[in-house]
């Protein structure tokens, strides 16, 4: 069963550090999200993405984040400049459409970040 | 803003009882639910979802959930849990307007079986 694919499982960062974490979403999936779990609490929201830009993003979406599409499998989150409150589990999701039935979100395994 | 709201953060049962998890959601418009579980070790998968028709679903494992629209309620129930249904329940809504709408995510329910 195609699954949507995260790496790394786990990034050590410095603070001021900047990350790439990459997630591989299913291949016939045109919406991708990412989502974070900071420990303890809910899962949040972050970002989705169609059509090569930013269809809608939280609060907790702002200059520090990026989003990127490089090629035609791999959809990356990136974070400029690391803050300690930035340590959490980040979830990528993909779904096959916007609205209706085949809007479930399916989500990979996670990239836990650790920020020292 | 939306919201979801889940009662219990904690359910111990023992095994062959009755499961009911509440859920309670707030947003302005048409939504559609869902019940994600994560086991240990897991990722979230999708237990079952709502989009619109009967307002009783039925999921995987069992699982079952009913929108009721006047209560904003989507409660997941099973008649009789095992020990595999150890894990992380969550309730989330988007809207149903279409785009890429992200999920809203209640608190989540550790639920525990006991053998």
């Known amino acids: 069963e195609p699954e949507v694919t995260q790496t790394p499982s786990h990034q050590v960062t410095q603070m001021g550090q900047e990350v790439i974490l990459r997630c591989v979403p299913i291949s016939n999936h045109l919406y991708f999200y990412w989502y974070r779990q900071i420990l303890g609490q809910k899962v949040e929201f972050l970002v989705s993405?169609?059509?090569?830009?930013?269809?809608?993003k939280s609060e907790i979406f702002d200059d520090q984040f990026s989003v990127e599409r490089p090629d035609g499998s791999n959809f990356t989150l990136k974070i400029r400049s690391t803050k300690l409150e930035d340590s959490a589990m980040y979830f990528c999701?993909?779904?096959?459409?916007?609205?209706?039935?085949?809007?479930?979100?399916?989500f990979g395994p996670g990239t836990r970040l650790t920020v020292l | 803003a939306q919201s979801v709201s889940q009662h219990n953060h904690h359910v111990i049962l023992s095994e062959a009882a009755s499961l009911e998890l509440g859920c309670n959601y707030s947003?302005?418009?048409?939504?559609?639910l869902f019940w994600y579980v994560q086991y240990p070790g897991q990722h979230l998968q999708l237990l079952l979802k709502y989009f619109s028709g009967d307002p009783l679903v039925k999921g995987i494992k069992g699982f079952e959930a009913e929108f009721i629209k006047s209560k904003f309620s989507f409660n997941l129930r099973k008649p009789s849990v095992q020990w595999s249904d150890t894990a992380e329940y969550f309730c989330?809504?988007?809207?149903?307007?279409?785009?890429?709408?992200?999920?809203?995510f209640g608190k989540g329910t550790h639920l525990i079986i006991q053998p």
């Open positions: 947003y302005g418009g048409t939504v559609n």
């Open positions: 989330a809504v988007n809207g149903a307007g279409g785009g890429a709408d992200g999920l809203t």
């Open positions: 999701a993909s779904s096959e459409a916007s609205g209706g039935y085949y809007n479930e979100q399916f």
């Open positions: 993405f169609y059509n090569n830009e930013i269809s809608e």
